[in-house]
């Protein structure tokens, strides 16, 4: 079986993309907060259309554990030692018992951020919320009414995405983005399920890539100014659709260029995610000592950009050695290493 190839694309530039936004830029800046709403619903669509009736719970949660539970615990236990050394640059002392437990707990709470918690390594929030909708799926495909349950609970987000948005009661990373991707993924889900969106014609792709992310910046540049807080909320959906498939349709005019390092990249998502913000940590620590501020930089984006390849480019070797050597880094056993996503 051969790798889907322009889902290499969506998912390596997704990674790139994600390492870009996490570099400390101004959130004045339309691109940024562009970026930054809308990145991380590619891997929800795609976590979503690539999901598969592996039959048993038991080979389900197979899956799980060694896909998303044991990458999640692994990347959390890479960064403590990061974290308390950062925590000793900042404070000039070691954490007492208290403030050395608090980003334990909010691991253990997935990312939660409270007066006793908060998150380790933050970016890791999207594995739990991914293992929740995995498992939500796997429990409506029991009954009758699969569809309808998930369609209500994909409206019932709605609802709570904008509650959570007015009262802010709940901080935790993983219920938000759960809240605000659900429908996503079940889109992905629906059209995985009934092999939609498989053709290729490249110059069609390339347009509608080119007509839907024009619609997209227009909708939301409204979305951002829109004073009607429930139509603010609203518009947020459909500009993450439109984004979502122009970058899908642009990978798809990508697809019969195969790069390596691309395929590699795709292969090692988990790699990237976990461990990209170490090495954001380190190199604003470098930039702080050479530039003589006491404050984390505010990158440009033509500083931000090659900085986030840099980072990719420096993860790399890792990923080659997941590939070869510890399958668990990216998320794989040995015997599912060369199958298709």
């Known amino acids: 079986m051969q790798r889907i190839n322009w889902i290499d694309w969506a998912k390596a530039l997704a ?3 994600v390492v ?22 590619i891997f929800f669509f795609l976590s979503g259309y690539l999901k598969k009736d592996r039959g048993s719970e038991k080979e389900n949660w197979r899956k799980y554990w060694h896909g998303l539970i044991l990458p999640y615990i692994i990347y959390n236990v890479l960064f403590y030692p990061y974290w308390m050394i950062r925590f000793y640059l900042r404070n000039g002392a070691m954490p007492d018992l208290f403030a050395a437990m608090k980003p334990i707990i909010g691991a253990l ?21 991914i ?41 935790n990373l993983t219920p938000m983005g759960i809240f605000r991707r659900l429908p996503y993924y079940y889109l992905g889900y629906v059209m995985g399920q009934r092999e939609l969106f498989r053709s290729i014609h490249t110059l069609k792709n390339l347009s509608l890539s ?38 899908l349709y642009g990978c798809k005019a990508l697809n019969n260029i195969r790069i390596n390092f691309i395929v590699n990249l795709s292969i090692g998502t988990l790699v990237i995610i976990g461990m990209h913000w170490i090495l954001i940590g380190c190199i604003n620590q470098v930039v702080e000592r050479i530039s003589g501020i ?20 420096m993860l790399y070797p890792v990923i080659l050695f997941g590939l070869r050597r510890a399958p668990a880094l990216i998320g794989k056993t040995i015997s599912c290493q060369n199958n298709p996503h």
């Open 131 to 171: 293992l929740i909708m995995h498992v939500i799926i796997d429990q409506c495909r029991k009954t009758r009414y699969q569809h309808q349950i998930l369609i209500l609970l994909c409206i019932a987000s709605f609802f709570l995405y904008a509650a959570n948005k007015y009262w802010m009661f709940l901080p």
């Open 15 to 17: 990674a790139i993309t």
């Open 210 to 247: 080119i007509i839907l992310f024009s619609l997209s910046v227009i909708l939301f540049s409204w979305h951002l100014y829109e004073k009607v807080f429930i139509l603010h909320i609203a518009l947020f959906y459909p500009v993450n659709f439109c984004f979502l498939f122009s970058v």
């Open 109 to 129: 709470l997935f990312e939660h951020s409270n007066d006793f918690a908060e998150p380790l390594n933050g970016p890791l929030w999207y594995l739990p919320a």
């Open 20 to 41: 870009f936004c996490h570099l400390p830029q101004s959130q004045e800046w339309f691109y940024f907060r562009y970026l930054q709403a809308c990145v991380i619903t």
């Open 294 to 313: 006491n404050d984390v930089p505010c990158y440009q984006w033509h500083e931000a950009l090659p900085i986030a390849f840099l980072i990719t480019s």
